[in-house]
Nanobody, 127 residues
Framework: QVQLVESGGGSAQPGGSLRLSCTASGYTSNNYCMGWSRQTPGKEREGVAVITTGSGSTYYADSVKGRFTISQDNAKNTLYLQMNSVKPEDSAMYYC????????????????????WGQGTQVTVSS
């Protein structure tokens, strides 16, 4: 059973930075799509970024491209989301999630297809 535990949320001013972490355990293979999605009350969940754990390929939503970077540290079984130049519209609950298989780019449009989920971490961007 894969377990995901997030950390690193909090507050930042517009233009600032935050880094989210997601520590994973229980992996049985190296063929997962792991990503970050976000949700605010009353809005649909949005896939933000995803990485293919085997190849390291990454995909980003247009809304964060050039500002956010997803990465993995295999030695620590940890997924990261480096958030730079944050904007008030980046405020949301951020979730780390994962599923097995290929076609990881589909995560951006369908993050709800993930099988494994973290508990979420709140990000607030305001001046």
């Amino acid at each position: 059973q894969v377990q995901l535990v997030e950390s690193g949320g909090g507050s930042a001013q517009p233009g600032g930075s935050l880094r989210l972490s997601c520590t994973a355990s229980g992996y049985t293979s190296n063929n997962y799509c792991m990503g970050w999605s976000r949700q605010t009350p009353g809005k649909e969940r949005e896939g933000v970024a995803v990485i293919t754990t085997g190849s390291g390929s990454t995909y980003y939503a247009d809304s964060v491209k050039g500002r956010f970077t997803i990465s993995q540290d295999n030695a620590k079984n940890t997924l990261y989301l480096q958030m730079n130049s944050v904007k008030p519209e980046d405020s949301a609950m951020y979730y780390c999630s994962a599923r097995k298989g290929a076609g990881c780019w589909t995560y951006l449009g369908r993050p709800g297809d993930s099988v494994y989920w973290g508990q979420g971490t709140q990000v607030t961007v305001s001046s």
